[in-house]
């Protein structure tokens, strides 16, 4: 049968995002996750269903990707999929020829799962490694610590003070409390939560939001921010720690997370409040 390469729409965006959730498991290697489409999903769901491409056969999905800028494709492979050849192929061809309306001309990026054979055929076809990245992972069946600081949830009422966090955690952030409602609207925030922690004073100091794929699967944070500041005071790991407590609760077996390697800070954080280091990952990028 043939490989279709397809835009899910709002209506098949819930397909995406039950492979998405079957695909995660203990010990794959870092791939896209429900999670990401529920951070994009705060520009909407017709937005983020004009962002996710699928490659199905005979009505199965086999890869699904989510284009997360104009020019950065984060792509998975079914598990049991990610050493075909004609997969491989179809894909590397679809990612290469702009008219096949995946990625545009000039310079793109690629992330896919280390390991899979697409990331053979792209380095025949001229990409190269980009800047590495380091993925982490805490383990979740023991117990986790209280984080030492005040934790809310965020529901309505608090959508505010987690956008003000964020925005003052991230330079470039557009975050809003409007954008909050449209992401918590979405079919990944189900088993998602947003958390803030408050300093002793009763500032919102730091923020995250969690995604669960499902009991037994690895559980994601995106995003993690401090705010600038409240920074240096341990908050970073407070948070962190409330987060992998909050995916426990999910029933997810682990807490993941992907930050660039050169951002020491951020990997020393997630180290203190218990996460373990993986291999190193690196997208792949096409010059211009």
Not at 142 to 160: S, Y
Not at 168 to 177: E, L, N, V
Not at 215 to 229: K, Y
Request: glycine share 10%.
């Amino acid at each position: 049968m043939t490989i279709v390469l397809g835009k899910p729409g709002v209506d098949g965006l819930s397909a995406a995002v039950s492979v998405l959730r079957e695909w995660q498991h203990e010990g794959a290697p870092m791939q896209l996750h429900p999670g990401d489409l529920g951070w994009f999903w705060r520009f909407g769901a017709e937005a983020t269903a004009a962002a996710v491409r699928t490659w199905s056969r005979d009505g199965e999905i086999l890869a699904v990707g989510l284009l997360d800028g104009p020019g950065l494709l984060r792509l998975t492979i079914a598990p049991d999929a990610q050493q075909e050849e004609e997969l491989a192929q179809q894909l590397v061809e679809d990612l290469t020829e702009p008219e096949r309306g995946v990625l545009p001309e000039g310079k793109v990026n690629v992330e896919a799962p280390m390991g899979a054979l697409v990331h053979d055929l792209l380095f025949e076809y001229g990409w190269n490694a980009d800047e590495p990245w380091t993925p982490l992972r805490r383990d979740l069946s023991d117990p986790v610590k209280d984080p030492g600081v005040r934790i809310e949830v965020v529901g309505p009422e608090q959508a505010h003070v987690l956008a003000t966090v964020l925005r003052a955690a991230f330079d470039r952030s557009s975050f809003t409390d409007e954008r909050w409602h449209t992401m918590a609207a979405g079919l990944p925030y189900a088993d998602a939560r947003c958390l803030v922690a408050y300093d002793g004073r009763g500032n919102a100091v730091a923020a995250v939001t969690v995604w669960s794929a499902g009991p037994g699967r690895p559980g994601l944070l995106e995003p993690m921010g401090v705010h600038r500041e409240h920074r240096r005071h341990g908050y970073g790991e407070a948070i962190t720690v409330a987060a992998a407590a909050a995916l426990q609760e999910l029933g997810s077996s682990s807490a993941i997370v992907c930050t660039p390697s050169s951002n020491v800070g951020a990997v020393a954080t997630y180290t203190s409040a218990g996460f373990q280091q993986r291999p190193e990952v690196r997208d792949q990028h096409r010059d211009a």
